[in-house]
């Protein structure tokens, strides 16, 4: 079993940047892989990245891709999904979220998840 506690949301201008993070209660070193995911108002969850236990992989969607970085410190229990150029269509909450499958880029292969926070990006 493993806690996540997302941070980082917050109010930014079209064009800005922001870095969420995700600490973990367990060191991630524990061979999760480690994935973001994101909801929009009225829509469903949708997968946005998500990195390998060891770092060694990393898989964006095409609407992140170029704009986002996800990374992780394992000796600090802690993912991180660094975005730029934000544009007001990635408002939503964000989610962290772990799976044992190695490379999950499916939500449903992901049994643990964190609150969420939000990301609001105005025009």
């Known amino acids: 079993q493993v806690q996540l506690v997302e941070s980082g949301g917050g109010l930014v201008q079209a064009g800005g940047s922001l870095t969420l993070s995700c600490a973990a209660s367990?060191?991630?070193?524990?061979?999760?892989?480690m994935g973001w995911f994101r909801q929009a108002p009225g829509k469903e969850r949708e997968f946005v990245a998500r990195?390998?236990?060891?770092?060694?992989?990393?898989y964006y969607a095409d609407s992140v891709k170029g704009r986002c970085t996800i990374s992780r410190d394992n000796a600090k229990s802690t993912v991180y999904l660094q975005m730029n150029s934000l544009k007001p269509e990635d408002t939503a909450v964000y989610y962290c979220a772990a799976a044992h499958l190695f490379g999950a880029t499916i939500e449903y292969e992901y049994p643990y998840w964190g609150q969420g926070t939000q990301v609001t990006v105005s025009s």
């Open positions: 990195i390998t236990w060891n770092g060694g992989r990393t």
């Open positions: 367990r060191r991630t070193s524990s061979r999760y892989t």
